[in-house]
Nanobody
Framework: QAQLVESGGGLVQAGGSLRLSCAAS????????MGWFRRAPGKERVFIAA????????YYADSVKGRFTISRDNAKNTVYLQMNSLKSDDTAVYYC?????????????????WGQGTQVTVSS
């Protein structure tokens, strides 16, 4: 069983950057597909980005493609989400999730483990 803890959220001005981190413990981190999701106020949780067991296998939602970058460091049991050119629409609680699989995917139902979330607020 994996325990996931997100960090790095905060308040940033539009156009700014943040880097979220998600530290994992438990089963071997390298065996998980890792994903980031977010829930904006009054909206459902949506997929943002995922990275497969191979760091070269990534997948992004259209809304963040070209602005956000997901990466992983298996030696540190950590996955990152670098967020650039932030917009007010990016304001949400961001969740890290882990899936026992191989390839990056956007289906929340395939992710078995979830963190508690970290708040990102983008001021315009």
């Amino acid at each position: 069983q994996a325990q996931l803890v997100e960090s790095g959220g905060g308040l940033v001005q539009a156009g700014g950057s943040l880097r979220l981190s998600c530290a994992a413990s438990g089963r071997t981190f390298s065996s998980y597909v890792m994903g980031w999701f977010r829930r904006a106020p009054g909206k459902e949780r949506v997929f943002i980005a995922a990275i497969g067991r191979s760091a070269g296998n990534t997948y992004y939602a259209d809304s963040v493609k070209g602005r956000f970058t997901i990466s992983r460091d298996n030696a540190k049991n950590t996955v990152y989400l670098q967020m650039n050119s932030l917009k007010s629409d990016d304001t949400a609680v961001y969740y890290c999730a882990a899936s026992i699989g191989t390839y990056a995917n956007s289906q929340a139902t395939t992710y078995s483990y979830w963190g508690q979330g970290t708040q990102v607020t983008v001021s315009s």
